[in-house]
């Protein structure tokens, strides 16, 4: 039974691991920057939340925004 994704504050690498369960938590953050990264609209919404590439937590507002653009993990 799955359980539906909530909105909450999450860890960076604990969010990038629910994007991208089959590799290394190390790998899924890279991975999750570089979709922040090479989608424009998206990186702008980010920062206008203040989100830096440096932040180790998320907001609700990140998580939805990375929600909206990539779908629940």
């Known amino acids: 039974m799955n359980e539906k994704f909530k909105i909450k504050s999450y860890g960076w690498q604990e969010l990038a691991v629910l994007y991208a369960p089959g590799i290394t ?6 991975r999750l920057a570089f979709w922040v990264f090479r989608n424009p609209q998206l990186y702008q919404k980010m920062q ?20 909206y653009f990539l779908g629940e993990p």
């Open 48 to 67: 206008e939340t203040g989100w830096k590439k440096k932040n180790k937590i998320l907001t609700p507002e990140q998580v939805r925004i990375l929600v």
């Open 25 to 30: 938590p190390h790998s899924a953050t890279k």
